[in-house]
């Protein structure tokens, strides 16, 4: 029975055949014969079957014939699938495409064997037809146009589109550049919908999970995962405007070449690959093996994490890192475990992830459970029972893993610096006694804080205090701290500077910014305070949009807030600071807006350690100072009362003491607020967003306390304490106050703004700054 099949075909020739050339059907009389007589080319002319030659490196450079499908006008031939890609027709066999047994075989005459069949259960029916369509699938339907068998379902290493990335569907790597015989690489989808290339059945590469969290490998870009579900908009949970339309993919195919690199490819006057994965060493799947990391710019590629050796030395001494590492002691040993950080591109999945509080908590979670070996927290809690395919990125996600104490000891010193850091960090967030003993503030080293700063990049700059600038520093962690720097105006040496860094960060209240660390290193001397996210008093009450953010109580509670801060430094701490440079911008707002005063103690620091005064550098801001302070440079508690008084004065009225031009009259804010009340007409000093939500006595009795505060000679001040006093009981009479300082008219230079007395002080102004 074969054989006269055989035979028939052997005598069947295709000579003046109409449906020789330019078909796109093959029905079971109407095969395809290898005579160099053209294939099956799609209606639309896209697409073309036949048999093509290879001369492969894969047997011996000898010529085999295939069967395959190409871009009928791409040249050269880009083949997308291969029949008999493991049983080449030899160069003196003729061959014959046809359906035979009901189904579509690739038949060798000459030996008389099969080389390939479409595989389905062969039933023998006669009207069956094979057509190339015009999309580049080959399709076999039965007589009522059932579909038996589809190329779309039985790929090669080629995906293009109108094909759909379903559980089954495999593509197989060719095994050499001109041999199409099956590879070692192998692209799929799993159970969760993550896209796999396989090396040998092992994992070579994986992409992200669709619903996987930013710690998992390999991104799917959207304009690939929208090829892979054939355009389907309900699988597409991407971003639609990455992608284009369906026929904007007509010349584009998904390769997994023979080396195991996924190619999209793009042809527009040749094949260009606009996408590859793996991308380099390091996105191999679990390059180096469990508990390694890869960086694929260090030599070796592969280092075994801290606290691991590798498992199998030889192997990974000559370059093939697979074994991964081992630990070296016990964790849970003596429950005397820590963490070191670790910056990752991509991690393992992890496990089920826990709402926390914060990241104390996260690694309190992790500490309890022995199996747990790595933590990260972002606003969840991420926890790892296991540690693989990690790679390593100075941009990527924070990661802290498990590790014995002991072993942490063995590291080396800058390893281990730098693991102090972050815990150094992460513990002092947890200091809480008021005026506790023996608190130890954390030094860092300065290449952590440039690090956090990006080299003190104007990007991060938050302000610029009298003292030095001010700029965000986002450490390990995440944590966000204030890092200011004071190299430039610092006259202390390095050991003074850490004694009153010591001090200082002993002093702890409600309404001061808490200093966090510090830093020294030749000229630098930084530190650094908590980060307060609402900026500051200054960026509120100046600011139209901003200032109805700020009604009557909340006003009244900065002040109060501020009022109380500054007596602590005056009286109630051990070291009586005297703060010199008290202003708006250095009054910073919590999330609840509650006040704190930042950049106290800097005077310390910064003019040595005069208590009560004369100095050369006078540091303060102009509109805040003090007459005796700005005009002599003598300071005391008196000086800040002052400086007080004006904060207060301008949180109630909105304006800003300097720059404040009451229309023709050249006063100040003191001179206007000190007019209103001598005519009886304080309340008009209110700040017109106030005026509904205003306390009309707790209002006077700010505008008295105010202008007490600002009086011209400081023994007329009242202390910080009488202050508080006066403003909490709100109702007592206050005493009345007399002409503050620096009511003298404005002449007609826009400059003159406090007393004439300031020109025979040029070295003031030099300092001075503008209030913001
Ligand atoms: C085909 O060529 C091989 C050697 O290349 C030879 O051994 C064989 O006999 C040839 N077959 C035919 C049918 O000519
Ligand atoms: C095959 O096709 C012929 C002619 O179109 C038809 O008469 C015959 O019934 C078909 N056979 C089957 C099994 O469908
Ligand atoms: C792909 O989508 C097209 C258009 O919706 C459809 O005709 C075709 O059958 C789909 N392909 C597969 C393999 O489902
Ligand atoms: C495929 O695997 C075999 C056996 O492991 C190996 O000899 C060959 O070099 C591999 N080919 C490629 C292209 O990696
Ligand atoms: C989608 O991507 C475009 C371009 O990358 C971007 O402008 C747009 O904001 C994105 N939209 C969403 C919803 O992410
Ligand atoms: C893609 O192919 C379709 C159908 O053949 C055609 O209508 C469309 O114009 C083509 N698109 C491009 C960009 O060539
Ligand atoms: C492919 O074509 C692009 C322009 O379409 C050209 O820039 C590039 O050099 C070409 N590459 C090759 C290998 O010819
Ligand atoms: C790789 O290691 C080098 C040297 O240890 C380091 O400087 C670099 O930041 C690392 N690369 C990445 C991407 O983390
Ligand atoms: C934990 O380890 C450190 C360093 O190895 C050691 O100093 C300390 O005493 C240990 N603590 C406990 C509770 O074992
Ligand atoms: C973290 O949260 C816990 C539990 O809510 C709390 O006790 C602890 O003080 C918090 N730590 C920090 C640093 O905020
Ligand atoms: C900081 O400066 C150093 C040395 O000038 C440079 O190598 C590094 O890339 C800089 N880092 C940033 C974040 O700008
Ligand atoms: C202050 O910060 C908190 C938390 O960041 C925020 O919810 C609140 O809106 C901020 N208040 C103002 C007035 O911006």
């Avoid at 109805?548 to 070291?575: E, K």
């Amino acid at each position: 029975m074969l054989s006269s099949i055989f035979l028939s075909y052997a005598l069947f020739l295709c000579f003046s055949h109409p449906f020789c050339s330019a078909r796109d059907t093959i029905t079971k009389d109407n095969p395809i014969k290898d005579d160099g007589s053209q294939g099956l080319v799609s209606a639309g002319g896209k697409f073309e079957l036949g048999f093509f030659p290879l001369h492969g490196r894969g047997s011996s450079g000898s010529y085999r014939r295939y069967v395959g499908i190409w871009y009928h006008n791409v040249t050269p031939r880009t083949v997308i699938w291969v029949a008999n890609r493991d049983k080449p027709l030899l160069a003196n066999h003729t061959g014959v495409i046809a359906i035979s047994q009901g189904t579509l075989q690739v038949l060798d005459i000459t030996s008389r064997k099969s080389l390939w069949l479409a595989e389905i259960e062969v039933i023998q029916s006669f009207n069956r037809t094979v057509k190339l369509k015009d999309d580049g699938n080959l399709v076999l339907s039965n007589a009522l146009a059932a579909v038996l068998w589809q190329s779309f379902e039985n790929p090669t290493d080629t995906f293009i589109p109108g094909m759909i990335m379903v559980k089954n569907l495999i593509l197989t790597s060719w095994n050499d550049e001109d041999d199409p015989r099956t590879g070692n690489f192998t692209f799929e989808v799993d159970e969760d919908n993550q896209y796999i290339i396989k090396k040998s059945d092992a994992d070579y590469w994986k992409s992200r999970a669709p619903n996987g969290n930013s710690f998992s490998s390999g991104e799917m870009p959207a304009a690939v995962a929208w090829l892979l579900s054939n355009f389907s908009k309900s699988s597409l949970s991407y971003n639609e405007t990455e992608v284009l339309p369906r026929s904007g993919y007509n010349y584009t195919r998904l390769v997994i070449d023979f080396t195991g690199k996924l190619n999209l490819l793009v042809y527009t006057h040749n094949w260009s690959s606009t996408w590859r994965e793996p991308s380099d060493y390091c996105s191999v799947f679990n390059r180096c093996g469990d508990f390694g990391i890869c960086n694929s710019t260090n030599k070796p590629i592969c280092r075994c994490l801290q606290g691991f050796k590798p498992q199998l030395p030889e192997d990974w001494n000559s370059g093939d890192f697979s074994g991964g590492c081992l630990r070296e002691s016990n964790l849970c040993a003596n429950r005397n475990d820590t963490f070191f950080s670790l910056k990752v591109k991509k991690a393992p999945n992890p496990d089920p992830q826990t709402y926390v509080v914060n990241e104390t908590e996260c690694r309190n979670i992790c500490l309890k459970k022995c199996e747990c070996l790595a933590y990260a927290y972002t606003t969840i809690c991420f926890i790892w029972g296991v540690l693989s395919n990690l790679e390593e990125s100075s941009s990527g996600h924070n990661l802290y893993a498990r590790i014995a104490r002991s072993d942490l000891d063995q590291i080396s010193r800058a390893q281990l610096d730098s693991a102090r850091q972050v815990k150094n960090l992460i513990d002092t967030s947890e200091f809480k006694e008021e005026d506790g003993k023996g608190i130890d503030i954390p030094f860092l080293d300065l290449q952590s804080i440039l690090d956090a700063t990006d080299n003190f990049s104007d990007a991060n700059k938050l302000g610029q205090g009298g003292y030095g600038p001010v700029y965000k520093g986002e450490f390990p962690g995440g944590q966000e701290i204030a890092v200011k720097r004071l190299s430039r105006v610092s006259v202390q040496g390095l050991q003074e500077f850490k004694n009153e860094v010591v001090l200082i960060a002993k002093l702890q209240h409600r309404n001061l910014v808490r200093l966090k660390g510090y830093c020294m290193k030749g000229e630098e001397k930084i530190l650094l305070y908590e980060y307060m996210s609402n900026k500051s008093l200054d960026f509120f009450i100046f600011d139209h949009t901003q200032s109805v953010f700020l009604n009557w109580d909340m006003r009244f509670n900065i002040i109060l807030g501020i009022a109380r801060g500054l007596l602590y430094l005056h009286q109630d701490s051990r070291l009586r600071i005297i703060h010199r440079d008290l202003k708006t911008s250095n009054i910073l707002l919590d999330e609840e807006m509650n006040p704190k005063i930042s950049d106290f103690g800097l005077a310390r620091i910064v003019g040595g350690k005069e208590t009560e005064g004369n100095t050369n550098t006078v540091v303060g801001t102009y509109g805040y100072m003090s007459p005796e302070y700005a005009l002599d440079g003598t300071f005391s508690v008196k000086s800040d009362v002052f400086s007080f008084g004006v904060v207060l004065l301008e949180i109630i009225s909105g304006k800003k003491n300097t720059g404040f031009y009451q229309s023709k009259q050249n006063f100040s804010l003191l001179g206007y607020a000190w007019r209103l009340w001598t005519e009886n007409k304080a309340l008009d000093l209110i700040d017109m967003n106030l005026h509904e939500s205003c306390n009309k006595n707790q209002f006077l009795a700010c505008v008295n306390v105010g202008l007490l505060c600002v009086q011209e000679d400081p023994n007329d001040r009242p202390a910080m304490s009488t202050v508080v006093t006066l403003l909490d009981s709100g109702t007592a009479i206050p005493p009345t106050p007399k002409q503050p300082a620096f009511v003298i008219k404005r002449g007609n230079s826009s400059t003159a703004s406090t007393s004439s007395k300031q020109e025979a002080y040029p070295e003031i102004t030099n300092t001075l700054e503008e209030g913001r």
